[in-house]
Each structure stands twice: as C-alpha cells, then as structure tokens.
C-alpha cells in the first residue's frame, strides 16, 4: 500500500524567511502529487499539483514544488512567507489514473509577524 | 469554478440516532465523490469512494452498514452514520471529481459531535 511522510509536523517561522516543507512517498509506479493547505476554519484547497512534464511545478500564492523521482519526494517551497499562510499543509498523492488519494499526516505551519 | 459544498456544517446529536450529511458539486458534475473522516491533529483517512448510480467502495476498517454512502445523481452524494456513537465524533469532508479528471475538490467538512 502506498504512504506518504510529512517529516515536520509543526514549522514555526518569521515573516519573510524561507519554507521548505518535506513530502516522501512510497509507491514505485507512475503516481499523481499534490499539496493541499487548509487555513485556520477553512476548507481544503489546491496549491498545485504534478501529473507530468517539468518537475518543477509552481501554484498559486507564490507556491513551487519539485519532483524528484529518485528520492520520491515533492517538497513545498515558498521563498518568502507572510503571516497569512499560516495553515496547515497537506501533502497527498495517488497512483495515476486511479482513484485512491493518501494524504501525510500534514504539517502546521506558524508564521509569526 | 469547481465548488464543493456540504450541509451541515456542524451537528450535535444524541447517540443512537442517524445523521445524514449532504454532499454537493455546485458548478461541476461529480462522477465520484470522496468520504473522509478527519480526527484532530490528524491527517484525513479516505472511508468510502462512490461513482454516482453505483455502491460505494468502502476501506479496510471502514463499517458499511454504519457509514451508509448514497450518489443518487451527478452534483449529490450523502454519508448517513447510522446508531451514532460519541466515537463517531468527529469531521466528516467529502471531496469530489469531474469525470476521470486527477484533481479533487474538497467541501468545507461537517462536524459531528455525538453525545
């Protein structure tokens, strides 16, 4: 069955400084990535996502992930943070074409003004 | 584009009742639509999976005849939890696709306190 790791469960850090967030998974096929952020109240959202072509996705609200296949990871990075993306962040993946999304245990993320 | 809503937002119950939570696709057609329960500080486990016209798909662990799923059209799909248990407290979101598209969309959840 497949799994997905989020290495840091809380991330505290000051506005403007750099976020790096971990995702590895385990599958070995062909798999579908996503990053998902749920704010304080709110519902899940879309960040981006990764089917195919260039590792290198960027999504919305300044938001850019990687793929690496060798290391079956697709971190979340933000260069620099503001007070509002404090949330929590989930990272999910799914085989392609199937059905099944498996989530991390996702990391809550503290920005401080 | 692409809304997910779920109704209620909240409800409290007293055990041993049923409580059915709605699902609905607001500008999309949902072909499938996702059941997941999330515990606090945890992350969200996929229950069920439904294709409209169809019966769910349950998880491992997951009890059928608890957790009973209905996708009668393509902008609806509703979970009922059945005899509900103060175990059974918990947030309830369900999210949905259009098609055979990868991406899912999430509704605002539904949390269910049973006392």
């Known amino acids: 069955a497949q799994s997905v790791s989020q290495h840091n469960h809380h991330v505290i850090l000051s506005e403007a400084a750099s976020l790096e967030l971990g995702c590895n998974y385990s599958y070995g096929g062909t798999v579908n990535l996503f990053w998902y952020v749920q704010y304080p109240g709110q519902h899940l959202q879309l960040l981006l996502k990764?089917?195919?072509?260039?590792?290198l996705v960027k999504g919305i609200k300044g938001f850019e992930a990687e793929f690496i296949k060798s290391k079956f990871s697709f971190n979340l990075r933000k260069p620099s943070v503001q007070w509002s993306d404090t949330a929590e962040y989930f990272c999910a993946v799914n085989k392609a074409a199937g059905n099944k999304l498996t989530f991390g245990g996702g990391t809550r993320v503290l920005v401080k003004p | 584009g692409a809304v997910v809503s779920q109704h209620p937002s909240r409800v409290i119950c007293k055990s041993g009742t049923s409580v059915k939570i709605e699902c609905r696709s607001l500008?999309?057609?949902?072909?499938?639509m996702f059941w997941y329960r999330q515990f606090p500080k945890q992350s969200l486990m996929l229950m069920a999976t439904?294709?409209?016209?169809?019966?769910?798909?349950?998880e491992q662990g997951v009890e059928k005849d608890k957790f009973l799923i209905n996708h009668a059209s393509l902008t609806l799909s509703t979970l009922t939890v059945t005899s509900a248990h103060p175990e059974d407290s918990s947030f309830y979101i369900c999210?949905?696709?259009?098609?055979?598209?990868?991406?899912?969309?999430f509704g605002p959840g539904t949390r269910l306190l049973v006392l």
């Open positions: 990764y089917f195919s072509g260039d590792p």
């Open positions: 999210s949905a696709r259009e098609g055979y598209a990868e991406t899912q969309y």
């Open positions: 439904s294709n409209e016209g169809s019966k769910a798909t349950y």
């Open positions: 500008d999309f057609q949902a072909t499938t």
